[in-house]
């Protein structure tokens, strides 16, 4: 079976800062991984995606992950937090041989501080 | 989002009341799915369709049926509309490679 855990439900960083947002997941088949960003009143969109080819993945505005197997983690980097960064980021694994369903973590809200 | 549609966007319904969601996609893409959204809990799966007429139960099905009579068209219904389905509701779609694209979701209330 398929799991993400996302840890911290808020995190909260000044412009300019490092943003660091934490996936884990667990997955009974090699898996693919996604992150997406959520805006207020709106639907999610792609940010970066893994499907097994380099293990550090770029994505847009500046985002990039690495998939570690051996921690089993997925985390999301920015090396510089902009104001319009100020989401909630939501951490996906697909059981990609099985319909393509996705299992969601619990988000965690991007704060940016001026 | 570019290729799929959700209707209404809002809806306010009474307790007891059948409710019918709306998710349309000009993608033709195999794969829909409905999710609710929930805080706290991230995305949740209601029920998904690998094709016409082919649907199954996800996490969370227990008060939604859905149908699918066409690929365009995926259809969720809460039965008896109860306050715990007060949520969002996202419909997503998939050719079945990697990715969803996700609809803009409809806001559901139950009073």
């Known amino acids: 079976a398929q799991s993400v855990t996302q840890l911290g439900s808020h995190v909260s960083v000044s412009e300019g800062a490092l943003v660091l947002l934490r996936c884990n997941y667990s997955?009974?088949?090699?898996?693919?991984l996604f992150w997406y960003v959520q805006y207020p009143n709106q639907g999610l969109q792609l940010l970066l995606k893994?499907?097994?080819?380099?293990?550090l993945v770029k994505g847009i505005n500046g985002f990039e992950a690495e998939f570690k197997k051996s921690e089993t983690s997925f985390h999301l980097t920015k090396p510089s937090a902009h104001m319009s960064d100020a989401a909630e980021y939501f951490c996906?694994?697909?059981?990609?041989?099985?319909?393509?369903?996705?299992?969601f973590g619990s988000g965690t809200k991007l704060n940016v501080k001026p | 989002d570019a290729g799929i549609t959700q209707s209404p966007r809002h809806k306010v319904t009474e307790t007891g009341t059948p409710v019918t969601l709306r998710c349309h996609q000009t993608?033709?893409?195999?794969?829909m799915y409905w999710y609710r959204q929930d805080p706290g809990h991230g995305l949740r799966l209601i029920h998904y369709?690998?094709?016409?007429?082919?649907?199954d139960k996800g996490e969370v099905s227990d008060g939604y049926s859905v149908s699918r009579s066409k690929t365009e068209d995926f259809l969720l219904t809460l039965e008896s509309a109860t306050s715990s389905q007060t949520s969002v509701y996202f419909c997503?779609?998939?050719?079945?490679?990697?990715?969803?694209?996700f609809g803009s979701g409809t806001r559901l209330t139950v009073v």
């Open positions: 997503a779609i998939s050719d079945g490679g990697s990715g969803y694209t």
């Open positions: 997955s009974s088949v090699p898996p693919y």
């Open positions: 893994y499907t097994s080819a380099a293990t």
């Open positions: 996906a694994v697909s059981d990609s041989g099985n319909f393509n369903k996705f299992y």
């Open positions: 993608e033709n893409h195999r794969y």
């Open positions: 369709s690998y094709g016409v007429k082919d649907t």
